[in-house]
């Protein structure tokens, strides 16, 4: 696959997965999400042409529940079994971020922390910049590139998945493999055209603390030492691995476990 604009690639699975629930958002849009675990709170974002099972059997999540955290996953709308509908609306106005505040404030969770990887690091950012109740959080996989409203990496993607679209060598493996898990392509343009962007003045205005961790192969969405740079009180970590295995290795779970 050319380079990916924020896929991950879903491991495959040879045991059975969380038992799968469903909460009804703001817009009456249903979001699934999974919940295990007794402990303390955290919530693991997913990435573009993806949803919440990308983090099953991963060697993050085993260790959060083996050190007795309450792991939350849910499916961002449009995506995996959370409603996926088509007028634009419902993916306008940050719908992404405020469907995650609704499902902390449905849990009656006073207080959490979040992990997003890829794209679920672009959605983590503007909820970072939203809600008091996050008191760590991780941005993997992730440089300072999406602060740009106009960013050129965004727009590519867009126009890409939409209708009719005309592919390039950067854009046909993330079509071709959207089109492989029967991906919903008309989701996958909204998502790109309604992206949440969090500008610098925001990132630097956040009060939680922050891990931004990053494989030392993945540069295709800018640099990760400017974004740790940006938001006080964060911490910057680089392991080994390209952005499509990096979320699944035992250096980021290492990584995590320690600043969590």
């Known amino acids: 696959m050319k380079k990916s604009f924020l896929?991950?690639?879903?491991?495959?699975?040879?045991?059975?997965?969380a038992q799968t629930k469903f909460f009804t958002s703001f817009d009456s849009v249903n979001i699934a999400y999974t919940d295990e675990g007794k402990g303390s709170p955290i919530f693991l974002i997913?990435?573009?042409?993806?949803?919440?099972?990308?983090?099953?059997?991963?060697?993050l999540k085993k260790e959060l529940l083996k050190d007795g955290y309450?792991?939350?996953?849910?499916?961002l709308r449009g995506n995996g079994a959370s409603d996926k509908p088509h007028d634009e609306v419902s993916y306008s106005n940050d719908a992404?971020?405020?469907?995650?505040?609704?499902?902390?404030?449905?849990?009656?969770?006073?207080?959490?922390?979040v992990i997003g990887y890829s794209r679920g690091s672009i959605i983590t950012a503007k909820w970072l910049t939203n809600d008091k109740r996050?008191?760590?959080?991780?941005?993997?996989?992730?440089?300072?590139?999406?602060?740009?409203?106009?960013?050129?990496r965004r727009i590519?993607?867009?126009?890409?998945?939409?209708?009719?679209?005309?592919?390039?060598?950067?854009?046909?493996?993330?079509?071709?493999?959207?089109?492989?898990?029967?991906?919903?392509?008309?989701?996958l343009h909204l998502s790109q055209v309604y992206q949440p962007v969090t500008s610098i003045k925001?990132?630097?205005?956040?009060?939680?603390?922050?891990?931004?961790i990053a494989g030392d192969e993945d540069v295709d969405n800018g640099n990760p030492k400017?974004?740790?740079k940006a938001i006080p009180k964060s911490k910057l970590a680089i392991v080994k691995g390209g952005h499509n295995n990096t979320y699944a290795s035992e250096s980021f779970s290492r990584e995590i476990i320690s600043f969590l």
């Open 7 to 17: 896929i991950i690639i879903v491991l495959i699975s040879f045991f059975g997965t």
């Open 46 to 59: 997913h990435g573009f042409i993806n949803s919440g099972s990308s983090w099953e059997h991963t060697v």
């Open 70 to 75: 309450r792991v939350i996953i849910p499916d």
């Open 96 to 113: 992404e971020v405020k469907d995650l505040k609704a499902l902390a404030s449905y849990l009656k969770l006073k207080k959490f922390n």
């Open 134 to 152: 996050i008191k760590r959080a991780v941005l993997g996989g992730m440089g300072l590139d999406f602060t740009n409203p106009n960013w050129d």
């Open 156 to 187: 590519l993607f867009a126009n890409a998945f939409a209708d009719g679209a005309l592919q390039n060598s950067e854009t046909e493996g993330a079509v071709t493999y959207a089109k492989s898990i029967n991906a919903d392509l008309r989701v």
């Open 202 to 212: 925001e990132l630097a205005q956040i009060k939680a603390k922050v891990l931004v």
């Open 226 to 228: 400017a974004l740790q």
